[in-house]
C-alpha cells in the first residue's frame, strides 16, 4: 500500500519479467517520427479535476492522450488511415469540435476499475485492449456528473458494442520503457510517464523531485534542455528539467529506485465491405482494379502496392484476359492522378467500396 497526499491516482506497480520490454527485439519499422517530437499534435485539453469533483485518472487521461496524438497526427494528418476507418471515426463522433480524436476517459477508467487510489499503467492498458475506446461525445463528462457515484456508473451494452467496433479496427500493444531508452522510444510513440505530482516550478520549469512518482503523464518530445510533458492539469503543455528522475517504483530489497514507462503501437485493421476484383493483359505488365458500377479500371502502378493489397485484403488476386477493351468495352482506363500513389489508390478503393 502507498500513502501520499499529493497522490494524483497513480497506482505504483512494480514491472514484472514476463512484461514486454522495449528494445529487447529491435524493429525499425515501428519508427513513425525520427523526431520524437509529437507537440503540434496534441490533443484537445481535458481536466481531470473540475465541477468539484477529482476523478483520480491520471492513468487513463495519459494512455488515452498518447492513442489520440499518434491517431491525429501520424495517421489522419498524413492521410495514413484507410478512408473508411476514417469514415468510422467521423460517423461514429470520434473527432471532436476541433477534429482532432477524442476517446472517452469514463469508460477506459471504469472498465480498467479505477479507484479513489487511482490505478496502474498495467491495468489501464490491458483494459483498452480488451474492450477498446469509445468517443467521448458518447458520454461527455457534464457539470451534474459531480458526484463519484454520478460519474463512474456501470457502461451499458451499447458502450461495449461501440468499443468492441473500435478495436476491430485499432489494435493496440504495449511495452514497458526504462529511462535510459526513452529518447529512442519516443520515435515510435509518445509515452506514458510517472512523475512526482506536487510540482515545484522555478521560473516556468518543473524541477527535479527524488520521491516516488503519484502521478501519470505524457512525455511528447525531449530536447537538449527539457522534457516536454502533456498533463491533465493545467497548464496542459509543462516543461520539465532534462534530468528528471521519472522514479516510478522501489526495491523493497535494494533500495533502489526504479524509472519506466509505457510505449505503445497501434495497428490499423482495415474492415472492407467487399475485396476489389482486378485484371491485367496477358503477357502485358499493368494490372487495373475493377469498378463495375462507374464503369472505369483503375491502373495500380506498382507491384508492391497489388501485393500489399493482397494481404490487406482489399483486393482479389487478378485475372488475365486476352485484350482489356474487348472485355471491357465500355469501360473508361483511369492513370494515377496525383504523385502520391497510396493516397490516390486509397481514395479508389474508397470510392469503389462506398
Known amino acids: 500500500m502507498f500513502k501520499n497526499k499529493y497522490n494524483d491516482g497513480l497506482k505504483r506497480y512494480y514491472p514484472k519479467k514476463k512484461n514486454w520490454v522495449f528494445g529487447r527485439v529491435s524493429d525499425s519499422s515501428n519508427i513513425i517520427n525520427l523526431s520524437g517530437d509529437y507537440r503540434d499534435c496534441l490533443p484537445s485539453e481535458e481536466k481531470q479535476r473540475q465541477y468539484g469533483l477529482e476523478l483520480m485518472l491520471c492513468v487513463t487521461g495519459s494512455a488515452n492522450n498518447i492513442e489520440e496524438s499518434i491517431l491525429i497526427n501520424f495517421l489522419m494528418k498524413n492521410n495514413k488511415l484507410h478512408p473508411s476507418t476514417v469514415k468510422f471515426l467521423k460517423d461514429n463522433g470520434y473527432l471532436d469540435k476541433n477534429g482532432k480524436v477524442n476517446n472517452?476517459?469514463?469508460?477506459?477508467?471504469?472498465?480498467s476499475f479505477t479507484t479513489k487510489r487511482g490505478n496502474t499503467g498495467s491495468k489501464v492498458f490491458g483494459a483498452r485492449?480488451?474492450?477498446?475506446?469509445?468517443?467521448e461525445s458518447m458520454r461527455p463528462w457534464t457539470p451534474d456528473l459531480n458526484t463519484w457515484d454520478k460519474f463512474y456508473v456501470k457502461p451499458e451494452r451499447k458502450h461495449y458494442a461501440m468499443g468492441e467496433e473500435y478495436n476491430k479496427r485499432f489494435i493496440l500493444n504495449n511495452e514497458i520503457v526504462y529511462k535510459d531508452d526513452f529518447g529512442e522510444a519516443l520515435?515510435?510513440?509518445?509515452?506514458?510517464?510517472?512523475?512526482?505530482?506536487?510540482?515545484?516550478?522555478?521560473?516556468?520549469?518543473?524541477?527535479n523531485s527524488n520521491r516516488l512518482a503519484t502521478h501519470a503523464v505524457a512525455l511528447v518530445y525531449q530536447d537538449d534542455d527539457y522534457n516536454y510533458i502533456f498533463d491533465t492539469y493545467p497548464p496542459f503543455l509543462k516543461k520539465f528539467v532534462r534530468d528528471y528522475n521519472f522514479y516510478t517504483v522501489q526495491s523493497f530489497w535494494t533500495g533502489k529506485k526504479i524509472s519506466y514507462g509505457y510505449k505503445?503501437?497501434?495497428?490499423?485493421?482495415?474492415?472492407?465491405?467487399?475485396m476489389i476484383k482486378t485484371i491485367k493483359e496477358r503477357n502485358k505488365a499493368p494490372i487495373y482494379l475493377i469498378d463495375e458500377v462507374g464503369k472505369q479500371l483503375y491502373h495500380i502502378g506498382s507491384w508492391s502496392f497489388y501485393t500489399m493489397g493482397l494481404i490487406a485484403k482489399w483486393l482479389q488476386p487478378y485475372y488475365e484476359v486476352d485484350k482489356i477493351a474487348k472485355t471491357f468495352p465500355n469501360y473508361k482506363i483511369v492513370d494515377n492522378s496525383i504523385n502520391d500513389e497510396e493516397s490516390f489508390m486509397k481514395e479508389i478503393i474508397d470510392k469503389i467500396q462506398s
Open 129 to 135: 485492449r480488451k474492450f477498446g475506446a469509445i468517443p
Open 104 to 111: 472517452n476517459d469514463w469508460f477506459l477508467a471504469k472498465t
Open 187 to 207: 520515435k515510435e510513440s509518445p509515452l506514458q510517464v510517472y512523475v512526482d505530482g506536487n510540482y515545484k516550478v522555478r521560473g516556468g520549469i518543473y524541477q
Open 264 to 274: 505503445v503501437k497501434i495497428t490499423e485493421q482495415i474492415i472492407n465491405k467487399f
